[in-house]
């Protein structure tokens, strides 16, 4: 391989680094360029979930999808060990790893494959998942290849990583904003009632609340309704303030 393609490869995962590249684009170029640089006849991703499962993210050429999703759907294969133990799985000729993985060794053979080279993806001795690299012959990577794929794994590990943490935010961003979004409406159906009822917010907050548990309804739904819908809820009118039998006497 020339070393202007693997400048190449690694300046465009680099770019995605800071570009708004979609997860899955991120995950089909990764997987590409891997089979690309490291002349492997297939290459697939695994990546783990919030619950430490893993889940197929790219596979190319086809048949490596299926023989992936076999491995996932029957627990037995070198991406599943790669991932469990974060060092690389090396299988030079599958026949041999039937008693291993029979499951996973029959549809790789199937496929056309007779060897598979597992790289795991770590992040600050975090697995994030594994790369899987299909040969069509027996035999391993070379060494140069090898410490290729473990670069590509590292850069990958980054950007994975980086797509995580911001998601994250954009949950917490969006939690909050749903919050203050609801909060705000309550704030104007408090008020909507208090004015149609010549009654206090205090008053209007009671009784908003108090049709919401009755109907089963939450809150901001009652509130949305009363904001946009005009739905009329019943302000009670309150008490008017006790005067003690002390304040009687000096009034009088």
Do not use: N
């Not at 800071?18 to 684009?25: G, I, K």
Request: hydrophobic residues 50%.
């Amino acid at each position: 391989m020339a070393e202007r393609d693997v400048t190449s490869a690694f300046v465009a995962l680099a770019d995605t680094l800071a570009a708004d590249v979609a997860a899955a684009d991120f995950h089909e170029l990764l997987i590409t360029l891997c089979a690309e640089l490291l002349q492997v006849s297939a290459a697939a991703l695994v990546l783990a979930d919030g619950r430490g499962a893993l889940r197929l993210a790219a596979a190319v050429p086809g048949q490596s999808w299926t023989v992936e999703m076999t491995q996932l759907a029957e627990g037995d294969g070198p991406g599943l060990d790669c991932h469990r133990t974060g060092t690389p799985v090396i299988c030079t000729d599958l026949p041999t790893a039937s008693a291993r993985w029979p499951r996973f060794a029959a549809a790789a053979q199937a496929a056309g494959y007779r060897s598979v080279h597992s790289v795991p993806l770590l992040l600050r001795g975090e697995a994030l998942g594994a790369m899987d690299l299909f040969g069509e012959a027996a035999g391993g990577l070379s060494a140069s290849t090898a410490e290729l794929a473990r670069a590509l794994a590292a850069i990958s590990a980054v950007g994975l990583e980086q797509r995580r943490t911001i998601s994250e935010h954009e949950v917490v961003i969006g939690q909050l904003q749903t919050a203050l979004d609801s909060r705000v409406l309550i704030e104007q159906a408090k008020g909507v009632l208090a004015e149609r009822s010549h009654a206090s917010v205090d008053a209007a907050f009671a009784a908003l609340r108090g049709y919401a548990r009755s109907t089963g309804r939450k809150l901001v739904e009652v509130s949305a309704a009363v904001v946009s819908d005009g739905l009329d809820i019943t302000v009670r009118a309150e008490p008017a303030a006790l005067t003690r039998p002390s304040e009687k006497s000096s009034a009088g």
